[in-house]
């Protein structure tokens, strides 16, 4: 299982300590670093910079925003991208939900998101393989533009800019059955949000068994040294208290969908109705231990040690850390060492 650094996106001003931790992550032997964007900064800057600054470690979008950019400008960022950083990148990309779509990016949401994503990873494909003019009679992703309001003059372009890597790895963040069912077959690897060691393998596990065989499964895992797990899981809580209470409506969350498919469904919608009243302290309070716990790795080192164990045991290929610390990445990474190799120099 190889170690990634989830860094996600910025808050009310830059997170300078990103590239610090990057760095790190690199000098420990981590092989991804992956940034995200929400409605604030955006996931391909940043990312640009860490790449300016390392010199190894793999760039993963953990996520681009489907509905930010035309499947071609994500297409251009990425192809872009892995020319500075000499085929470093990898891109994940997410649909994000009605709210955000509509009310960030001024959009509607599609009616049909498995086409919808599939046409956007197809359009993706077209550029990075450049075998021809990018060309595509899709429903919501149509080259050249075909609509009523067109003026019917769109010409089918390829590339100017050669790809470094046609098979640029692609991954998407996938939450429903039938989403993480399209992703085996027209992705590279899943970004999967809220993984359980204890029960996410049971749940999902025919459907990965008809991956690819170098198929990614690469979950974010909130991770942090201390002596008291309650004190850690603190994060994780607010965290999970803000995604299944304000990353949607009463009536459509995805998130809150997932959790009640994880066992937790009275408490995600309890979550919710303390958080949509107002009372964002009594949701986060309101959140299961257990269930923050089991999607997470909190506590003395010891006990991280025993639990790593289980994520290590099922299909994780890689775990994406999101760890705020420099101690926390040093421990993760000796942890997840075979036995009997050495430290990574000047870590």
């Known amino acids: ?22 760095q790190t992550a690199e000098r420990l032997g981590y092989d991804s670093v992956w940034t995200a964007e929400a409605w604030g900064s955006d996931v391909f800057t940043p990312l640009t910079w860490i790449a300016a600054h390392t010199s190894r470690i793999r760039l993963g979008t953990g996520i681009a925003q489907m509905a930010a950019r035309s499947p071609t400008a994500t297409a251009m960022h990425a192809l872009t991208l892995d020319h500075l950083s000499g085929g470093r990148v990898m891109l994940g990309l997410g649909l994000s939900g009605p709210q955000v779509v509509e009310g960030w990016y001024g959009r509607p949401f599609p009616a049909s998101p498995l086409t919808a994503t599939r046409e956007y990873v197809e359009v993706i494909r077209q550029v990075l393989r450049r075998e021809g003019p990018v060309e ?16 019917g003059l769109g010409k089918p372009l390829r590339s100017i800019t050669h790809p470094l890597r046609a098979d640029l790895p692609v991954l998407l963040g996938a939450e429903g059955p039938k989403n993480v069912a399209q992703t085996t077959r027209i992705a590279d690897g899943w970004l999967p949000l809220y993984w359980s ?8 596990g025919a459907t990965l068994d008809a991956a690819p065989k170098d198929f990614m499964v690469a979950p974010m895992v909130r991770a942090k ?25 009463r009536s459509r969350n995805f998130h809150a969908d997932l959790m009640a498919r994880m066992g937790y469904e009275d408490a995600a919608r309890r979550v919710q109705e303390l958080f949509f009243d107002g ?38 290929t890689d775990l994406l850390v999101t760890a705020p610390d420099h101690e926390t990445l040093h421990v993760l990474a000796e942890l997840n060492r075979p036995a009997g ?5 000047g870590s």
């Open 279 to 316: 009372h964002r302290t009594d949701a986060i309070q309101a959140v299961p231990d257990a269930f923050a716990d089991e999607i997470s790795l909190v506590g003395p080192r010891e006990r991280i040690a025993e639990r790593l164990e289980a994520w290590r045991s099922g299909p994780v």
């Open 225 to 249: 040294v201390c002596q008291d797990p309650a004190e850690g899981l603190l994060t994780v809580k607010a965290m999970l208290a803000f995604y299944i209470g304000g990353m949607g409506a």
């Open 1 to 22: 299982m190889r170690l990634g650094l989830a860094l996600g996106y910025w808050g009310r001003s830059p997170a300078r300590e990103h590239v610090a931790l990057a």
């Open 341 to 345: 190799t050495a430290t990574a120099p």
């Open 197 to 204: 060691p204890f029960r996410s393998a049971a749940m999902y």
């Open 136 to 151: 595509l009679d899709g429903r919501f992703h149509s080259h050249p533009y075909s609509g009523p309001d067109g003026t």
